[in-house]
């Protein structure tokens, strides 16, 4: 209940400060393209399915996500636990 | 017996002789004690000895030579072999005898059994014997008898099953009997009491069911007349009664030739009256004499009855015989001879009383006296035999009193110790019952003992139990809450994540617009990788057309089923280096990412 109380005022506070902000959408027509594009994508998975195990991709890509970010979670964690004072991290 | 006895017996019996010759006439006593030896020790079934005679058997002939042929057999053996057989042309009352046969009988033969068998569909049995019959049985094997006798006659049995319509074919004995054959059931009255035949025959008209049951038999014996002249023997060749001759042998005629004799028992008495009939089956004989005496005498005979008046003293039938001669013409001869009058006496001489000392002179009294004295002795030494006998009989009867007294008892001795005995292992076995029962109930009471104590146990143990596992929940379950209540405390649920994250998605996209685009991107693309499922690869050649005119049409060529089919080992080897690349690529992911981020 408190980390909910204390997610819950984070997100308050993101949203408070990203009111302002109000950007328009993408233009429909490169959405049509996009769509276009994954089409050919999922035409091409035949292809893929015979050159590559798909298990093994299915596996693999999570984790290369967050293996190709991992930088960036670690230093989202790092600035959250500097914060703690009685931890002492500097 | 010692000799005292002897001597005093003696002198008893010699006291007794002086007191009846002083009491009676020397005459009447000798008279008297005459005819009381003479009961004592004649044998009284001497008298009137009868000697079995012939017998003769029908028996039916399942099997053999005469199976199944369509005539009757008679046979005669008189030696236990058979005699030859002729043909017999008609029956007595001139009618045709048909396919019979019958026997003929030698000059010394007597018939001693005679034999018919029956073959299959038989209309007439011919049983032929001199002999007149005296009983007709018909039996089977095991002794049943279809015909019974009756009054020295025949009877067939009412509803008899395999001798209905017998009749029988009667010969000159029994037509001569008063009480003939009358109980045939289908007599037939002409062969009934008829005139002289040379032959006594039963015929047995279709013995029905006869043939076919070989075990079943007739038989014959001689007519009861017979026997009523003691001591004839008709199964003696010689003498006897029947005189079967040929007036065609060489004997001379009118000239007697032979007298036969009555060889065993049998007395005429002195001044008696017998008359003898003579059955003489043709009249081919001369005349009838009997011997006595050694005269012979022409008896006058009237109807072939000759009546004999024994002169002078009694006679034996040894000493008297029958005898007749040929006469004219050819033929067979027999002749069957009984005593007629029944109500003449025939008694029997005492053995030495042979007849040769008969009607002559006075009495001998001397030689009767120590006939007297010598059966005196006799008597005495019966008397004492008897006497020691009787003392014999008193000392074992005492003996046997004496021991079955004893006998008697030890067997009450021992009835009474054996019921006493009894008595007691009856109180015993009671005892020990009493026992079992008390020490039964006693061994049931404590296991319904023990039985409660543990069923109370168990139930304890339960209740017990039950309050444990009570308590056990109640902490479970608060201890649950607390934990439960902690955790929820500080740990968010696991949708509140999902949420949350999704609520801030929404927002940024919504605020942020076109922004957002390249992280719609990644997850679409991501999403399109992880969600995808295996679709064949499907190369597509489209139609071509020049001006109207189709050159080919479209063509789709599946190349993973192409691959899959022609070589399957090139896609997994095609897959196995890939994933090896995939795999070597993250780990060399891996470690640039940790060198990017540590070591920086």
Redesign the interface.
């Known amino acids: 209940?408190?980390?909910?109380s204390v997610?819950?005022l984070f997100?308050s506070a993101?949203?408070l400060i990203?009111?302002w902000?109000?950007?328009?959408?993408?233009?429909p027509e490169i959405d049509v393209y996009?769509n276009t594009m994954?089409d050919y994508?999922?035409g091409?998975?035949?292809?893929l399915?015979?050159?590559?195990?798909?298990d093994?991709?299915?596996v693999?890509?999570?984790?290369?996500?967050a293996?190709?970010n991992?930088?960036k979670v670690?230093q989202l964690v790092m600035f959250v636990l500097r914060k703690i004072p009685f931890l002492g991290i500097k | 017996m010692d000799k005292d006895a002897l001597s005093q017996m003696s002198g008893t019996f010699k006291g007794v002789y002086f007191y009846c010759m002083k009491r009676y006439s020397g005459l009447q006593f000798l008279f008297g004690l005459f005819v009381v030896l003479s009961m004592m020790f004649v044998n009284p079934f001497d008298v009137c000895a009868m000697t079995p005679i012939s017998e003769m058997e029908i028996k039916t002939l399942g099997e053999g030579p005469w199976a199944g042929q369509n005539y009757a057999r008679a046979r005669v053996q008189s030696d236990g072999s058979l005699s030859q057989n002729y043909y017999l042309p008609t029956w007595r009352d001139g009618t045709s005898a048909g396919e019979g046969y019958y026997d003929s009988f030698g000059t010394s033969e007597t018939i001693d059994d005679v034999y018919i068998f029956s073959g299959e569909s038989v209309n007439n049995i011919v049983i032929c014997s001199y002999d007149p019959l005296l009983e007709l049985y018909i039996v089977n094997n095991d002794g049943t008898f279809f015909l019974d006798v009756l009054d020295d006659a025949f009877l067939v049995e009412s509803g008899s099953k395999f001798f209905y319509g017998v009749s029988l074919c009667s010969g000159v004995g029994v037509a001569f009997r008063t009480n003939s054959v009358t109980h045939f059931t289908e007599l037939t009255a002409s062969y009934n009491g008829g005139s002289y035949y040379d032959k006594v025959m039963a015929a047995l008209p279709y013995v029905g069911g006869l043939y076919d049951a070989n075990g079943y038999a007739v038989k014959f014996k001689g007519f009861q007349a017979v026997q009523h002249v003691s001591g004839y023997s008709l199964r003696d060749s010689s003498p006897t009664v029947v005189f079967p001759v040929y007036a065609n042998l060489a004997w001379d005629s009118h000239t007697m030739t032979k007298f036969h004799f009555v060889d065993n028992g049998g007395v005429m008495h002195s001044d008696g009256s017998y008359t003898f009939n003579f059955d003489v089956y043709n009249s081919h004989y001369g005349a009838l004499y009997y011997l006595y005496d050694g005269y012979t005498v022409d008896s006058p005979i009237v109807n072939n009855v000759m009546s004999i008046t024994v002169p002078g003293r009694d006679v034996s039938f040894s000493d008297f015989g029958f005898g007749y001669t040929n006469g004219d013409g050819d033929g067979l001869t027999t002749c069957i001879i009984y005593r007629s009058s029944s109500s003449d006496d025939i008694g029997t001489l005492p053995p030495d009383d042979s007849g040769n000392g008969e009607g002559s002179g006075s009495p001998d009294y001397s030689s009767a006296l120590a006939q007297i004295g010598a059966r005196l002795d006799e008597v005495m030494v019966a008397v004492s035999e008897g006497s020691q006998q009787i003392v014999n009989n008193i000392t074992y009867q005492t003996t046997q009193i004496t021991n079955t007294i004893t006998n008697t008892v030890t067997n009450m001795t021992q009835q009474i110790t054996q019921g006493l005995s009894d008595v007691k292992q009856g109180i015993t076995d009671k005892l020990q019952g009493v026992q079992e029962e008390i020490s039964g109930s006693i061994e049931e009471a404590n296991k319904a003992q023990i039985e409660s104590d543990q069923k109370l146990h168990d139930e304890q143990i339960k209740a017990d139990k039950e309050n444990t596992d009570q308590i056990d929940n109640a902490i479970e379950e608060h201890g649950n809450f607390i934990i439960d209540g902690l955790k929820g405390l500080f740990i968010p649920s696991d949708e509140f994540f999902k949420s949350y994250f999704d609520d801030l998605y929404e927002y940024f996209a919504d605020r942020f617009g076109f922004l957002s685009f390249p992280i719609e991107l990644v997850i679409r693309i991501a999403d399109i990788f992880l969600t995808s499922e295996k679709v064949d690869a499907v190369l597509v050649l489209p139609a071509f057309e020049i001006s109207g005119y189709q050159v080919w049409e479209q063509y789709n060529f599946n190349f993973t089923e192409f691959l899959e089919t022609s070589f399957p080992f090139l896609i997994t080897a095609i897959q196995t280096l890939t994933s090896i690349g995939l795999v070597m690529a993250f780990v060399n992911l891996c470690q640039d990412k940790w060198n990017e981020v540590m070591r920086s």
């Open positions: 209940m408190i980390l909910e997610f819950n997100s993101i949203k990203f009111a902000i109000n950007l328009p959408d993408l233009p996009l994954f994508i999922e091409g998975m035949g292809f399915y015979l050159v590559f195990n798909m093994l991709v299915k693999l890509l999570p984790l290369v996500i293996v190709a991992f930088d670690y």
